[in-house]
């Protein structure tokens, strides 16, 4: 089948290189030349394992080409929509700018049957209004959310965990004739995933607008959830660590995000949770999601609690001690430094007068243009160097499983170390002779 994506950030690059992988004809359409220029070279212009070599596959075989030009869109039998919705600069509320540019630059080149398929994470409501202009050209409006985790994003696209499809309904809330010839379309399009009865939910738009933010609401409560377990263990001196594995054995909990730290960050999680709240502010339901508030309000306060770790593990004197900031990225596998609580915490240790050096094996450069404050350096072994203190904010394997201890105890000035993600050995740095602060831990 002929697709074309609309938008080729991080969300449209992946979905185009993933569906032209599985034998589809992919063209992805981006307004910024020096990303097209890229993506047409088969380069990546970010950090996403497996993404680069499925890139340049595609591209090999001439089904994947890139363009700035929205008319290379005409022929395609289904158009994805898969551009940012950022945060609105005055408010919580979603940005929907770039959305309905791209829908209302589709609207001349669709043809009577065409889908027009929206990815891009929206306030409920959205795609009811978006198709009150698709369905005059002829062509349906479907939406199919993601549910991709950076890091891991070619797989999730390749071989989701379930498939969601907004499709149009009856005014009795039924699947119409319609919708359920889209849905069709849809099947052929995942055509490898519904053969291996990947679950594949036909809803109504609503629906599967809230499936998305729900879904990260939902994970997004789970992690502060355990920052919150992790303020009561640091004043009572319970181990926040030993309480999720406890927990977690719950079949109705589950381990999965309940890692105490510095909490979430990157381009989905923080802006899709104040987003909800405003849409549900806006629906008169404003305090059916009030709760989180306050998930939003834990998480900032880890970042405070890191920071006040280092602080008192120098003393209360920070200024002018050399601090080796172990990662810059939001999350492992990923250069993504979008609302970072890594790159937060260095800046706040900057701002009180330390030498912060910071360190990660993908996201440097990124970071480097935001926060070119910050002194950077690419060898490990380097930032530690003659550190007072190390912290670490982002749990990539270079330090999390490969870093030993005592290397790291005679390359510093003082064995300090505040496990900003508890997710090194405290016995073995201790061990090593580490004085070790965790988050949430004795």
Not at 36 to 57: N, R, Y
Not at 97 to 103: I, R
């Amino acid at each position: 089948m002929r697709l074309s994506v609309i938008g080729c950030g991080y969300l449209g690059a992946v979905h185009a290189a993933a569906m032209a992988s599985i034998g589809h004809e992919v063209v992805g359409i981006d307004v910024d030349e020096r990303k097209i220029e890229s993506l047409s070279k088969g380069l990546a212009p970010f950090f996403e394992p497996g993404l680069q070599e499925i890139l340049q596959e595609g591209i090999a075989s001439g089904r994947l080409t890139f363009t700035t030009d929205l008319a290379a869109a005409a022929g395609a039998k289904v158009h994805f929509v898969g551009v940012g919705t950022p945060q609105v600069k005055d408010g919580y509320a979603a940005d929907l700018t770039y959305v309905n540019a791209a829908v209302d630059g589709l609207l001349p080149y669709l043809s009577p049957g065409d889908l027009v398929a929206g990815k891009s994470t929206v306030p409920v409501g959205t795609a009811a209004r978006l198709a009150e202009s698709v369905t005059p050209t002829g062509a349906t409006l479907v939406w199919n959310p993601e549910f991709l985790r950076e890091g891991f994003a070619v797989q999730d696209t390749v071989d989701p965990d379930r498939l969601v499809a907004g499709v149009p309904s009856t005014s009795s809330g039924a699947v119409s004739d319609e919708g359920a010839r889209a849905a069709d379309i849809l099947r052929e399009v995942y055509h490898p995933s519904v053969a291996k009865n990947t679950p594949f939910i036909v809803t109504d738009y609503a629906t599967a607008e809230l499936v998305k933010v729900s879904a990260n609401a939902f994970l997004a409560t789970k992690i502060s959830f355990i920052n919150a377990m992790a303020e009561i263990a640091e004043v009572t001196g319970a181990d926040v660590t030993q309480l999720a594995d406890a927990i977690g054995h719950d079949a109705r909990i589950g381990r999965r995000f309940l890692g105490a730290g510095i909490g979430f960050g990157g381009g989905c999680l923080p802006k899709d949770i104040r987003a909800f709240s405003a849409r549900a502010e806006e629906l008169g339901r404003g305090e059916s999601v009030n709760f989180l508030r306050e998930v939003d309000a834990i998480n900032l306060r880890r970042r405070d609690r890191a920071v006040d770790l280092v602080v008192a593990a120098l003393d209360g004197v920070v200024f002018e001690k050399k601090v080796a900031v172990l990662g810059a990225a939001f999350k492992p596998h990923s250069d993504d430094i979008r609302d970072s609580p890594a790159l937060d915490v260095a800046v706040r240790l900057k701002g009180l007068g330390a030498d912060v050096v910071v360190t990660d094996p993908a996201a440097i450069e990124n970071a480097r243009r935001i926060h070119p404050q910050l002194t950077y350096n690419e060898d490990l072994d380097a930032t530690l160097k003659d550190a007072d203190a190390v912290i670490v904010v982002t749990e990539w394997d270079e330090w999390r499983r490969e870093l030993a201890p005592e290397h790291a105890a005679s390359l510093v000035k003082a064995t300090i170390v505040v496990d900003g993600r508890n997710c090194l050995d405290a016995a073995a740095w201790r061990a090593a002779g580490w004085t070790y602060y965790g988050m949430g831990r004795p």
